[in-house]
């Protein structure tokens, strides 16, 4: 039995009464100003620091995933997604992976069936689950830029307005609620995040290769879309002074307006935690997606002779001198050579001795 999520729930719980406790002792300038930008400046600083040492690497040799059939001969197909040939077809590539999740639709589970039989099937609900996941979370990532922006972009607004096409109405005689609309990316984040932890918790697979570091993450989402959902619909809190308090960061003026709850700092200590979390975490798959050599190199192995730049160079000895200094040797010895001796010149017969006079 896997027990490293208990860790992290245990762990998220802590830092949720961390929040609760100072924000009740008033700690609000700590949760609100000193926390965001300790984490922003984390965020930044750790996630340049990966970047940079990523691209500092060595990648003396080109060793890209493949698919299908290199290019080579006319006849012969080439699978140009696969294994591209130029950057177009390097571009067209990770676009696919980073906008449709190409490798992980094609993933397969391998299963025994009847005992010995081996089946391999596609892992569809994982790619719709990962999918799901992180468009929602995009989506509510620019949606909230309404709170850090004045006046705000249009494209912010037209997100929203597709996001929040569906609106409760509570009619009454003569009176009419309008609630606010219902934002989809907010349930669809919320599902897709639960859906990706169950499957760490109950598929015994998946369970056993399980860190806590990768419950860790999904429990802290799951916790700020919980907290997101619940300030948005159930516990009401000032959005002006929200917005007040988020602009104030953004314009380094930060400021503590009256009339913001519990629960606002709660998530957004959440949102803090995620943040500086966030370079030291398997979630810098987001950078290193990009600069991976696995993705990013064309397959051209057959049509140029790569040479390691980063060669220096060293003495050698190469075979055909070694076999020139134990030609003969290796002869007695039985061992094929590639060089036979050269044959010695006939030595000419010495002349006969005149008998003497």
Not at 206 to 214: C, P, T, W
Request: charged letters at 15%.
């Amino acid at each position: 039995m896997n027990s490293r999520y208990i860790y992290s729930l245990i762990a998220v719980i802590v830092l949720f009464l961390i929040a609760w406790a100072g924000t009740a002792a008033g700690l609000q300038v700590v949760f609100g100003i000193v926390i965001p930008y300790l984490a922003l400046l984390t965020f930044i600083v750790g996630f340049a620091y990966k970047v940079l040492g990523w691209a500092r690497s060595a990648v003396p040799f080109r060793i890209p995933t493949t698919g299908g059939q290199q290019k080579s001969l006319p006849w012969i197909q080439h699978s140009k997604l696969d294994c591209p040939d130029n950057k177009w077809q390097v571009v067209a590539r990770m676009a696919l992976e980073i906008l449709t999740f190409r490798s992980l639709f094609r993933n397969t589970r391998m299963r025994l069936e009847d005992g010995a039989k081996i089946s391999y099937k596609l892992e569809l609900f994982l790619w719709l689950g990962a999918i799901a996941f992180h468009y929602a979370f995009l989506t509510v990532l620019i949606r909230h830029l309404r709170f850090f922006t004045n006046p705000v972009p249009f494209f912010v607004t037209l997100v929203e307005n597709i996001d929040s096409f569906f609106r409760v109405e509570i009619l009454y005689p003569g009176i009419q609620f309008g609630l606010p609309g219902i934002a989809l990316s907010s349930f669809v984040l919320l599902a897709a995040v639960a859906y990706l932890l169950a499957r760490r918790l109950f598929i015994r697979k998946v369970r056993y290769i399980s860190l806590a570091s990768d419950f860790f993450p999904l429990f802290l989402i799951f916790a700020i879309a919980l907290t997101g959902i619940l300030m948005t619909y159930i516990v009401k809190i000032d959005v002006t002074a929200a917005k007040e308090l988020a602009m104030g960061l953004v314009t380094f003026r930060p400021t503590i307006p009256e009339g913001v709850g519990a629960v606002f700092y709660i998530h957004l200590f959440f949102v803090s935690v995620l943040l500086a979390y966030f370079p030291f975490s398997k979630l810098m798959h987001l950078g290193g997606i990009f600069l991976s050599p696995t993705r990013n190199l064309t397959t051209d192995t057959r049509a140029k002779r790569h040479v390691n730049p980063w060669n220096y160079p060293v003495p050698v000895h190469t075979y055909e001198e070694y076999e020139d200094e134990f030609r003969e040797k290796m002869i007695e010895a039985g061992l094929p050579v590639d060089k036979m001796p050269e044959a010695a010149p006939a030595e000419e017969p010495a002349e006969a001795e005149k008998p003497a006079e």
